[in-house]
């Protein structure tokens, strides 16, 4: 199909102006662009002349989508995350139609890239169904050294800031009085968490390095507990667990039944934690309630490195943090469904035994798959800062307008060789 001939319809997306960028992009290549706004945030931040205004109230938007991609002649569907309610059901829709799903999500090897995926991304990945063996002998098409991360990049404030500006936009925004956000807080709720969030950075950096110093000096082996945000999808639909609570009794407990008496838990938080659960008074009260509260340690966010490094061994629930452990090859247990949940990573050991004495995982089916991963779905760049987003653009446009999606490029000498971010200085 022509490029002219391809009409690509925007969804929801990343907060901040990404959908936008790309946007532009791909109308640069002949093909027509339109969205979809569903709050006076999406609609910030995408031209008025081709925005689709819906204020319809949920039940109304399977009806509405399939009239707009038959009036519009939609050949391509772009959004960020498959499973909040209004893009479940346009994927749906939009499959058996036989009209392609762009999917884009935070990077399965973040930070420095993002994922892009058809059809579905985490759970509903094809990751899912591909074995270490089948990516071997995709592999077998290209000989490249991997690419690594560069020395320092992140856009953790930018992210919080386009968070913060699009929550403003959503509350103050008029003509969209039938919009549900997809999570349990209203938008009113959720941009005072962000404006919170800005504002205790520099107490939460404090905090943070008061208790990796204590960690650090304290000489005792400890295994990491990579959390994750309670109302993150990869959470609420990929794991077992009806709250985050769930998760942290069953690793307390296994920890006080199953580590050496010497050794200690730390339990480190999301970067993005908002307080809206309260993780660490929960940490707290099961370290007691176990009588392990002088072994068990708290981290308020930031960076991973430092942590990991001198771990043990590391538990989560689905988190894509699971990658950096596995490339430092250190046991790492998963209890949800994850894209890297393959035997050959991943403990079968009941919790309790796995904190006596963790298995370590097969580092050169590791090295493959992450190969894998960086020929295919993961793409250099950043959706928050405007060097992410230049970075991320100049490659997947083409991704995008490609016949095959990055799976099949490479299975077939398709897929373009990707380029990791240059260090910001």
């Known amino acids: 199909m022509a490029h002219s001939d391809r009409v690509f319809l925007f969804l929801q997306g990343p907060h901040g102006p990404w959908f936008r960028t790309l946007g532009k992009g791909i109308a640069a290549s002949g093909a027509k662009v339109c969205r979809v706004a569903f709050n006076a945030g999406d609609r910030a931040f995408w031209p008025a002349d081709t925005l689709i205004p819906f204020n319809g109230a949920p039940e109304d938007w399977p009806a509405t989508f399939t009239a707009l991609i038959k009036a519009r002649g939609v050949t391509d569907i772009v959004l960020y995350g498959d499973t909040r309610p209004i893009h479940a059901r346009a994927v749906e829709i939009a499959k058996a139609r036989g009209i392609i799903v762009h999917v884009f999500e935070e990077g399965y090897l973040r930070?420095?890239?993002?994922?892009?995926?058809?059809?579905?991304?985490?759970?509903?990945?094809?990751?899912?169904?591909?074995?270490?063996?089948?990516?071997?002998?995709?592999?077998?098409?290209?000989?490249?050294?991997?690419?690594?991360?560069?020395?320092?990049?992140?856009?953790?404030?930018?992210?919080?800031?386009?968070?913060a500006v699009y929550h403003f936009f959503v509350a103050t925004g008029r003509g969209f009085e039938n919009f549900r956000p997809h999570r349990d807080l209203n938008v009113h709720q959720e941009f005072r968490l962000y404006l919170r969030r800005l504002a205790l950075m520099p107490v939460h950096h404090v905090k943070r390095r008061l208790a990796t110093r204590r960690i650090m000096r304290g000489g005792f082996p400890y295994h990491l507990v990579l959390m994750q945000l309670a109302h993150d999808s990869s959470f609420r639909m990929h794991s077992p667990f009806g709250s985050i609570t769930e998760?942290?009794?069953?690793?307390?407990?296994?920890?006080?039944?199953?580590a050496p008496p010497h050794h200690h838990l730390v339990f480190k938080a999301h970067p993005l934690e908002d307080g809206r659960t309260p993780v660490a008074e929960e940490v707290c009260r099961l370290a007691r309630l176990h009588g392990i509260e002088a072994r068990v340690h708290f981290v308020q966010g930031g960076k991973l490195a430092r942590l990991m490094n001198d771990a043990r061994s590391a538990v989560t629930v689905n988190s894509t943090a699971g990658q950096q452990v596995l490339w430092r090859g250190l046991p790492l247990a998963a209890l949800g469904r994850a894209v890297y949940g393959k035997p050959e990573f991943i403990t079968d050991q009941p919790l309790a035994r796995f904190f006596a004495a963790p298995a370590r995982p097969d580092g050169r089916a590791y090295r493959d798959y992450r190969h894998y991963l960086l020929e295919t779905s993961q793409v250099p760049g950043g959706f928050y800062s405007a060097q992410g987003r230049h970075a991320l653009l100049r490659q997947v446009v083409d991704m995008m307008l490609q016949d095959e999606d990055p799976y099949d490029a490479l299975q077939c000498g398709k897929s373009a060789p990707k380029q990791p971010l240059r260090a910001v200085h």
């Open 247 to 258: 998760f942290l009794e069953l690793v307390t407990s296994a920890f006080a039944v199953g």
């Open 111 to 163: 930070p420095h890239w993002v994922t892009y995926e058809r059809g579905g991304s985490n759970g509903h990945s094809r990751l899912m169904d591909t074995t270490v063996a089948q990516m071997r002998e995709a592999l077998e098409r290209v000989d490249m050294d991997l690419p690594e991360a560069p020395a320092r990049w992140g856009d953790m404030r930018q992210h919080v800031f386009w968070g």
